[in-house]
């Protein structure tokens, strides 16, 4: 048995075009197309990466991962949001032949497979260094917030945090 399969990208529907049309050759689902489909799931973690041969076709995970990292591009992070941006948005409809898999199969997908997830990111960071779209410098984030008032004068983040890194450059150079 195989899995539950969306439609062809060149099959014509009730747009006025085919929906290939709508999306440019050089759209970044196209590169999340390709970077996905010449993963090893299975080497990844990602469980049901084989159709079973019995019972109901689930999706396959390939499709999630390409909606989650989609959403991720994309600053989409609700499995609810992903659910509606499947159906309004004409790149997803593409980037998953049509499919509309429910917020809680998006959900479950992303709990399922965190570590697997977590692997295929490393993966896509390989895969844009190596074709040159990243540089792979340092770069700091800090996600927490707090109230402040600010301006531009009296913050010195970027002068910290060189120290910091001029720091443990040298603590690298001791050892």
Known sequence: MS?????????????????????????????IDAFVEKLEM???????????????PGYDPRDFL???????????RSSRR????????????????RLYP??????????????AVTAAGVELIRFARGCGLIRGEWIAIDGSKFRAVASVDSTRERLALQRHLDSVEKADEEQ
């Open 3 to 31: 899995y539950i399969q969306g439609e062809g990208r060149s099959q014509g529907t009730l747009f006025p075009v085919v929906l290939d049309d709508f999306v440019p050759a050089d759209h970044v689902c196209r590169v």
């Open 82 to 97: 992903l659910e509606a941006e499947c159906r309004r948005n004409v790149e997803l409809m593409w980037l998953l032949g």
């Open 42 to 56: 299975s080497d990844l973690g990602f469980e049901r990466a084989k159709a079973a041969d019995t019972g109901r």
């Open 66 to 76: 390409k909606l989650y990292l989609y959403g991720y591009l994309n600053q989409i």
């Open 102 to 115: 429910d917020h809680k199969s998006i959900a479950e997908f992303r709990r399922m497979h965190r570590d």
